[in-house]
Each structure stands twice: as C-alpha cells, then as structure tokens.
C-alpha cells in the first residue's frame, strides 16, 4: 500500500517570504501523479498543484513550485512571496494509475501553514 | 475549474437513524466520484470509490452494509448513512473525476453530527 508522510505538523513564515513544505511518500508503482491540495478553514479542498511521475521537469503554478525527487520519493512545495490568503492546511496526496486513472487519492497527515503579517 | 456540490452541508440526526448525502457534478460527467472521511484536525481518509452503473469499491475496513453507495447517474452519486451511531460523526467529502482532464474535484463536505 501507498503511504504519503509530511512530517511537519506546522510551519509558520513571514509574509513575502519563501516556504517550503516537505512529503516523502512510499510505493512500488513506476507511473503515478502527486498533488499538493489547500484546505483553508471552509474545509473546501483546492488543488494547488500536481506532477506526473513520468515527468521530470518540476511543475510551476504561479507562486507554486514542487521539487519532486523520484529516486528519493520526495515531493516538496515551496511558496513564493507568501501571502496571508496562503495561511491553510496543506495536503501532499498520491494516486496511483493501477485503476487507468480512476484511483481515489492517498493524503499525508498535512501541514499547517501559518503566514505572520 | 469545474464545480462539485454537496448536499446537505450539515446534518444532525439521531441515533439508529440514516442519513443520506448528495455528490453532484455540476458541469461536467463523472463517470467515478471518490468518497472521503476527515476526522477533526485529521487528514481525510478514502472511503470508497463509487462506479457509474456498477458496484463502489469500499476501501479495507469500511463497513459496506453501514454505508451505502450508488451512482445512479454520470452526474451524481449519493452516500447513505445506516443506522447512524456517535462514532459515525465525521466530516465527509466526495469528489467526482474529470475524465477529460484527468482532475479530481471535491465537494465542499457534509459535516454530520449524530446524537
């Protein structure tokens, strides 16, 4: 089975600062996406951003950037000029390709990110 | 991006009672929606995966008599609570596969209180 770690319960930053959030995940499975979801306190889950596994240019969403490390199982994303609206959980998740793309999505514990104005 | 709703956002019942939520994909068919727990300051945790016209896949340890899953239609799929008990208290949250796009959309949840 797929296990998605993040092994930091909290972290907190200045605005207009860079963070980086850490995800190490674990599987025998060569094709697979990973994600970085936002949970704010709605409980409306976003997708910030997601790799492929067969990709190996790190995926770039405005503000958003991910180190995926493939060898290492690692799959860290770092905020750019933080912003208060950033301040939320964030979810590293995995989903596997064994279903032709139709597997639900494996999530880390999360990270909450505190943004100090 | 594509919209998923959810309905109701909250429900209270009481206890022995069933509870049912609606999963809709508003402007797009999913042939696949995905049903997840949260626990409070927990992660969410995958539950099933609800199939269009054929049986959900329940993930180990979630009881499928308790609840029930059916995707009547490419747009909306439903999560029906049996017998409701305190422990079944929980945030639960569906989501519905874009198969054009390959993206998963989730619903804003259903905060279910049993008493």
């Known amino acids: 089975a797929q296990t998605v770690t993040q092994s930091q319960p909290e972290m907190s930053v200045q605005e207009a600062e860079t963070v980086t959030l850490s995800c190490t995940y674990d599987?025998?499975?060569?094709?697979?996406?990973l994600f970085w979801y936002k949970q704010p306190p709605s409980r409306q889950m976003i997708l910030v951003i997601r790799?492929?596994?067969?990709?190996?240019q790190n995926a770039t969403e405005n503000r958003f950037s991910v180190n995926f490390q493939k060898a290492a199982k690692s799959f860290s994303l770092k905020i750019s000029d933080s912003q208060l609206g950033d301040a939320a959980m964030y979810f590293c998740?995995?989903?596997?390709?064994?279903?032709?793309?139709?597997?639900?999505?494996?999530f880390g514990k999360g990270t909450h990110l505190i943004i100090q104005p | 991006g594509a919209v998923v709703s959810q309905h109701p956002s909250r429900v209270i019942c009481k206890s022995g009672t069933s509870v049912k939520i609606e999963c809709r994909s508003l402007?797009?068919?999913?042939?696949?929606m995905f049903w997840y727990r949260q626990f409070p300051k927990q992660s969410l945790m995958l539950m099933a995966t609800?199939?269009?016209?054929?049986?959900?896949?329940?993930e180990q340890g979630v009881e499928k008599d308790k609840f029930l899953i059916n995707h009547a239609s490419l747009t909306l799929s439903t999560l029906t609570v049996t017998s409701a008990h305190p422990e079944d208290s929980s945030f639960y949250i569906c989501?519905?596969?874009?198969?054009?796009?390959?993206?998963?959309?989730f619903g804003p949840g259903t905060r279910l209180t049993v008493l």
């Open positions: 402007d797009f068919q999913a042939t696949t």
């Open positions: 790799q492929e596994a067969y990709k190996q």
């Open positions: 609800s199939n269009e016209g054929s049986k959900a896949t329940y």
């Open positions: 599987t025998s499975e060569s094709d697979y996406y």
């Open positions: 989501s519905a596969r874009d198969s054009v796009t390959d993206t998963q959309y």
């Open positions: 998740a995995y989903r596997g390709y064994s279903g032709g793309g139709a597997d639900g999505l494996t």
